[in-house]
């Protein structure tokens, strides 16, 4: 590819060393179509003949069959002759239509090709996590309909706080995924602009029509300047950033339902076809597809750091250092798409244990707030209020029963303000109905949230999918 003004041989270890077609293999369906577009633009620039470009496609197009696919994609890795993805089209290539396939390294780098591939790959996987979180995010919707009234206790400090719909609660992952969403759809934006054109460094040395590749390529126009475009990897931060935000909330998932499977909590089943045993204890089903899906996280954490330090500080423009983020970039997009494949199955068969969250729900005071809310309907300034029903709380402590285990007398000793529809107004169904605002537990608010967030799901679909679609 480059020996010419060689007179040593590399050295066997450095050779061996230095390649990354281990890694970069994977690009292989994205170079192909940046040169399919790359043999367009030299068409047009009169370099090729019209035939000729017709043949380098047709035969880029071939060996996409033969080597991707094909069982052959699965020993790519270990094709030992290429240096990298790039050089590896090029061996391919001759080796399907001759001579011919070098003339199409002409007025390109593979500076511009790789940042060219690895945007593609970035659109193509973020792509692909939308569509993997919305599913999931379906799953989510479609266990809360199905959980209908059901209420469960919610924690602050991991203390029962407020009673809360087990649909409030499944939800809340909803919001969660839909920012996810939105954060890759709106990276996508920024990183669609196309490097081809941009050369090694300075620009093409040939007047190529760069709008005919990016157009070609689904890119919103080519990028504005060639030394950012060959050396700008921010697109992979940004990238690897959201990955890492997705894998910080499906931790907080996997440890939900950790803590819920336990005895101690005993609010969830998990499934026994995502479970494993022990080989020592025979009683035991463990959790681990959400203890790994919390130690993954860790993993793509560091991806985040890894390309962070590998940018710092490093000179314009392209840098060999920047083949180095290409395996942390694998790993986490592998790693976490493989997550989100789960966690949909996963979700749809986790068992809801409702009796039992509805009877954690229905001891140690989770209707205080609600209660003390009462007296400050009755003109009780919520600071008293929230001092008397401390004292009733206390009392019924001392009583050994809940709050509707004291008698009007009782109460009347605390505030004169308590009547009889006292107890209507903190029962478990009253108590959550108090919270009747946007985006609060009340059965209707849900019920309303739930239909809100079906519509959007089902519209983000047709934006994500359209982002995906503009490279095939
Ligand atoms: N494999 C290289 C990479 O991933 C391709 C670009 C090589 N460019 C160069 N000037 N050596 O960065």
Redesign the pocket.
Known sequence: M?SGRFREPLDARFEEWQR?FGF?WRLLPQEIAASKAHASVLAAAGILTPTESAQVRNGLDAMLKDCWDSARRSSLASDSRA????HFVELELTAHIGELALKLHTGR???E??ATDLRLYVREHAAKAQELLRNWALALVERAEAAGDAIMPAYTHLQRAEPVLLAHWLLAYVSMIERDISRLADLTTRLNYCPLGSG?IAGATLALDRTIASRELGFTAPTANSMDATSDRDFLVEFLQALATIALHTSRFAEEITLFATAEFGFITLPESFSTGSSAMPQKMNPDLTELVRGRTGRIQGAVTAVTMQLKGLPLA?N?D??EM?LPLFESVEGLLAILELLSPFTNKLGFRLQTMENAAESGFLNAMAAATYLSHRGVPFRRAHHIIGEAVRLSLDKGCELDGLTLEELRQFSPAFAEDFYSNITLAATVDCHDVIGGTARARVREALTRAKARLNSEVTSSMEVAGAHS
């Open positions: 480059w990354s970069d240096e990298d993805v790039h780098s593979r500076n090709q790789i090694a392209y060999k920047l083949q290409q």
